[in-house]
């Protein structure tokens, strides 16, 4: 009988141990590298993620700068995190930190990228960018054709290839093929990179004014997006020139519920889901979760078209977002 009891209380003690490893209060770590829509959207689902399992969650914004995206790992590192949750600037200059920081025992999660080596990490959420733009390409085509039916159309590419150039050219990839696909009769006149909106508002308008006959704006992030189409409404040729655009938020369904803005058609990614799915698994490793199914893996996150052709699916997008 006192083996028993002696037994009985050493279960408890071990199953009290990790009960308490369980509810442990943890710091962890959000970063994103620039200060626009999606990755405020983002940084909410790490946020939202860390509150709904009680963690500590320290958010942070690389400002598109590399040595920052290290310096801060190393910070995280010296702060003892226990683990965190970004999306890198690079595939080849983060992953060096990154896989560093996991050697020294922090749990990575990685959101908005598929690093080619990271079998390190505890899993990722992305989306697929060329797949992507493809199915908005594919809309997009349709729209142009009813609008220009018997013209090789001027296109204008705005994307941000100096930033991230291999998401940046699928993207733009993903766009041209399906315009290729649709067989469209176009010419690319111009392309510049502008990430954020009022450079894209600067980049746009220059472009209007050298090719004044231009027919077509495709930008592939939202602040590129967001920031072309204000410049066709504030030029005045909101009738002449079709924007397409990447990346949902509130804003850009308005804009395409606007019959009188140019936007026409985006795809919207899921950061919120990815912020959120990426937070909830970090932490539940760092808790002991099995996570072999998702180790050194990337889950895709299917993009979804909004388009003026289907006002009534930008709604329900809307009521699902916000």
């Known amino acids: 009988m006192k083996r028993l009891i002696a037994l009985l209380l050493s279960l408890m003690m071990v199953l009290a141990g990790i009960t308490a490893l369980a509810q442990e209060e943890i710091t962890v770590a959000g970063v994103v590298f620039q200060d626009d829509q999606f990755m405020n959207m983002l940084t909410k689902g790490y946020e939202d993620a860390a509150k709904e399992l009680g963690a500590r969650v320290l958010t942070s914004n690389t400002n598109n700068d590399q040595a920052k995206e290290v310096?801060?790992?190393?910070?995280?590192?010296?702060q003892g995190v226990k683990g965190i949750a970004i999306a890198p600037l690079s595939k080849d200059a983060s992953v060096a930190a990154l896989?560093?920081?996991d050697e020294a025992g922090m749990k990575v999660t990685l959101t908005n990228i598929?690093?080619?080596?990271?079998?390190?990490?505890?899993?990722?959420?992305?989306s697929n960018d060329k797949i992507n733009c493809r199915l908005v390409g594919a809309e997009a085509a349709e729209i142009?054709?009813?609008?220009?039916?018997d013209k090789k159309v001027k296109v204008a590419i705005v994307q941000f290839r100096s930033l991230l150039p291999d998401q940046?050219?699928?993207?733009?990839?993903?766009?041209?093929?399906?315009?290729?696909?649709?067989?469209?009769?176009?010419?690319?006149?111009?392309?510049?990179?502008a990430w954020l909106q009022d450079t894209a508002l600067a980049t746009a308008d220059g472009i209007m004014t050298a090719h004044p006959d231009l027919d077509v704006i495709i930008?592939?992030?939202?602040?590129?997006?967001?920031?072309?189409?204000?410049?066709?409404?504030?030029?005045?040729?909101?009738?002449?020139?079709?924007?397409?655009?990447?990346?949902?938020?509130?804003?850009i369904a308005s804009m395409i519920l606007d019959e009188n803005n140019p936007l026409q058609a985006v795809v919207a990614q899921d950061p919120y889901g990815q912020g959120?799915?990426?937070?909830?698994l970090l932490i539940n490793a760092i808790r002991g979760a099995d996570y072999s199914d998702t180790k050194g893996k990337t889950t895709y996150l299917d993009g979804i078209v909004m388009s003026k052709t289907n006002l009534d699916g930008v709604n329900e997008w809307l009521a699902a977002n916000y």
């Open 71 to 78: 310096e801060l790992i190393n910070t995280y590192l010296t």
């Open 99 to 101: 896989r560093a920081a």
């Open 114 to 126: 598929d690093l080619d080596s990271a079998e390190f990490i505890v899993g990722g959420f992305s």
């Open 144 to 149: 142009i054709k009813a609008k220009f039916p």
């Open 168 to 193: 940046s050219t699928s993207r733009v990839e993903g766009y041209l093929e399906a315009l290729d696909e649709a067989g469209l009769d176009y010419e690319v006149v111009a392309d510049q990179d």
């Open 219 to 251: 930008a592939v992030n939202d602040g590129g997006t967001i920031g072309s189409a204000q410049a066709v409404v504030n030029a005045g040729k909101q009738d002449q020139i079709l924007v397409f655009g990447h990346d949902g938020s509130e804003q």
């Open 276 to 280: 959120y799915r990426a937070m909830t």
